[in-house]
């Protein structure tokens, strides 16, 4: 079983970046889906962005795709997700996520999870 370990969050001033990395043990990411998910307090969990492991295909929800892009190196099996101009609304625990199941699209189940690093951006 593959295992996802996150790191690069923190407490960054609004304007500020952040890199989020998440690295898989165990095994490989071969074929998988993988990607980014968010959940402020109070708030439903939503997807970020994503990207296909053995090809180019990439998604950015609408409010971050300016300003974030998420990235592969195989070499390394990481996961990687560049936050630039971050604003307060983006301050929420960022997980990164596998889906092992086949087919296109980005409503899918994610069965593989890391443990969730906390990104929390002052105004």
């Known amino acids: 079983q593959v295992k996802l370990v996150e790191s690069g969050g923190g407490l960054v001033q609004a304007g500020g970046s952040l890199r989020l990395s998440c690295a898989a043990s165990?095994?490989?990411?071969?074929?998988?889906?993988v990607g980014w998910f968010r959940q402020a307090p109070g708030k439903d969990r939503e997807f970020v962005a994503g990207?296909?492991?053995?090809?180019?295909?990439?998604y950015l929800r609408d409010s971050v795709k300016d300003r974030f892009t998420i990235s592969k190196d195989h070499a390394k099996n990481t996961l990687y997700l560049q936050m630039n101009s971050l604003r307060p609304e983006d301050t929420a625990v960022y997980y990164c996520?596998?889906?092992?199941?086949?087919?296109?699209?980005?409503?899918?189940?994610?069965?593989?999870w890391g443990q969730g690093t906390q990104v929390t951006v002052s105004s």
């Open positions: 990207i296909s492991w053995s090809d180019t295909h990439t």
């Open positions: 996520a596998a889906s092992t199941m086949e087919g296109s699209g980005w409503s899918r189940s994610w069965d593989i």
């Open positions: 165990g095994r490989t990411f071969s074929s998988y889906t």
